[in-house]
């Protein structure tokens, strides 16, 4: 089994709130992913970091932002969540010598905006 | 259009039976393809993974590609109910081993084995 961590595992919320979704892992990875997964829908990369102090913006627009200040950890931030946010958030983390095909996911983080 | 297109199902099926699933894309840049598994309430994981096209098995789950048509299968034989579970197809191209790569994923099928 991965050791990724997420917490917290479900989140209820108001509009309007901060939030930050914690994602940690223990394998020394350098390279970690957060996707949006809505039910019958496909996984979407929204942020990718490839080391400390590097992170980009993946395929999907999303109003929240990371950081990479600790190799083991990336934690998502929303300044002022909205129903719009309402999803289940997955992390995940690669190392290079697979190639980067294994993505190792955490259990996720399923978010609702009230 | 979705660069991967994968029925969503749901997919029920009596324990013991072949079960065939499978991704069609449009990307003729894809180069690795990739299943994962999804258990309810976890993330996905890796099943197994094909470079271009060709078959390859691991134990009871065969991966082939075809390249050619952009097509991609999984195939479980003796389905057990503990393969339960949504599968993912997933892929990518060659790009740099080094850099962050980034996957395609389907939508995923649900597949229920029955006991």
């Known amino acids: 089994e991965a050791d990724i961590y997420q917490t917290p595992r479900y989140l209820v919320i108001g509009t309007g709130k901060k939030i930050t979704l914690e994602c940690s892992q223990t394998?020394?990875?350098?390279?970690m992913y957060w996707y949006q997964q809505d039910p019958g829908m496909e996984l979407h990369l929204i942020h990718y970091?490839?080391?400390?102090?590097?992170?980009e913006k993946g395929d999907l627009s999303s109003e929240s932002t990371v950081s990479r200040i600790r190799t083991e950890h990336f934690p998502l931030t929303l300044e002022s969540a909205r129903p719009s946010h309402t999803s289940q958030y997955l992390c995940a983390s690669t190392y290079a010598g697979d190639r980067g095909l294994r993505q190792y996911f955490g259990p996720g983080t399923r978010l609702t905006v009230l | 259009q979705k660069e991967v297109e994968q029925d969503p199902g749901p997919l029920s099926v009596p324990e013991g039976a072949i079960v065939s699933l499978n991704c069609t894309y449009s990307?003729?840049?894809?180069?690795?393809f990739m299943w994962y598994r999804q258990y309810s309430r976890k993330g996905p994981e890796l099943l197994m993974y094909t470079y271009s096209s060709g078959n390859k098995e691991d134990g009871r789950f065969t991966a082939q590609v075809d390249k050619s048509s952009k097509y991609i299968s999984l195939f479980i034989r003796d389905s057990q109910p503990s393969d339960s579970a949504t599968y993912l197809c997933?892929?990518?191209?060659?790009?740099?081993?080094?850099?962050?790569?980034?996957?395609?994923f389907g939508s995923g099928t649900q597949l229920t084995v029955l006991p």
């Open positions: 394998m020394g990875h350098d390279k």
């Open positions: 970091s490839y080391g400390v102090n590097s992170t």
């Open positions: 990307n003729s840049a894809f180069q690795y």
């Open positions: 997933a892929m990518t191209g060659s790009g740099s081993s080094g850099s962050a790569r980034q996957l395609t």
